[in-house]
């Protein structure tokens, strides 16, 4: 069964640290590139960061960018997201995602076909 | 960046009905779209992908079309398990994708 198992969220004061991990089965890891995806409670989703299958190309986005780092250990198929600097805002459900290459006749499509379970962060004082 | 939106932002609906979900792009993405379904406390689920591609798994009730910037998720019979809140996404500029704002489907 493909699988994916967040850990490693909590409670954390501002300007603190936390690592997350995601530990996948089911699949060959290191073929696809995986992602970080975020809810605020009560908010809709927000794409956080994403890694290339290798681990050789990592993407941010805006509002993580700097404070974030997204790496993977393909070794022990399990996909890590290190967080410092954190805010308030940063409170979420944090979600791992694999991003699986769909092809067509004449092009590549991506979406995210497997969750975790997602993994709640909460940044307070 | 690509901007998304949705309309409605939330529908109430009988078990039986028609439903559809429109998601619109601030710039042309072609056919990078898909469809997720989320249930309360649950991770997202992908519906559709590629604009109108169900994901394997998924029930035929479920479809989607449109190119461009103008998309729309179709349910053509409404079912219990359904009422859950439904995002688009674009994945023209992956992996930096963005979600639309979700429309929440209730019981009317």
């Known amino acids: 069964e493909v699988q994916l198992l967040e850990s490693g969220g909590g409670l954390v004061q501002p300007g603190g640290s936390l690592r997350l991990s995601c530990a996948a089965s089911?699949?060959?890891?290191?073929?696809?590139?995986m992602s970080w995806v975020r809810q605020a409670p009560g908010k809709g989703l927000e794409w956080v960061s994403a890694?290339?299958?290798?681990?050789?190309?990592?993407y941010y986005a805006d509002s993580v960018k700097g404070r974030f780092t997204i790496s993977r250990d393909n070794s022990k198929n399990t996909l890590y997201l290190q967080m410092n600097s954190l805010r308030a805002e940063d409170t979420a459900v944090y979600y791992c995602?694999?991003?699986?290459?769909?092809?067509?006749?004449?092009?590549?499509?991506?979406?995210?076909?497997?969750w975790g379970q997602g993994t709640t962060v909460t940044v307070s004082s | 960046d690509i901007q998304m939106t949705q309309s409605p932002s939330s529908l109430s609906a009988s078990v039986g009905d028609r439903v559809t979900i429109t998601c619109r792009a601030s710039?042309?993405?072609?056919?990078?779209l898909n469809w997720y379904q989320q249930k309360p406390g649950k991770a997202p689920k992908l519906l559709i992908y590629?604009?109108?591609s169900l994901q394997s798994g998924v029930p035929s009730r479920f479809s989607g079309s449109g190119s461009g910037t103008d998309f729309t998720l179709t349910i053509s019979s409404l079912q219990p398990e359904d009422f859950a809140t439904y995002y688009c996404?674009?994945?023209?500029?992956?992996?930096?994708?963005?979600f639309g704002p979700g429309t929440k489907v209730d019981i009317k």
């Open positions: 710039q042309s993405i072609s056919s990078y």
């Open positions: 089911g699949f060959t890891f290191s073929s696809y590139a």
């Open positions: 890694i290339s299958g290798s681990g050789g190309s990592t």
């Open positions: 995602a694999k991003d699986q290459r769909y092809s067509s006749s004449s092009d590549y499509y991506y979406g995210m076909d497997v």
């Open positions: 590629a604009a109108s």
């Open positions: 996404q674009q994945s023209y500029s992956t992996p930096r994708v963005t």
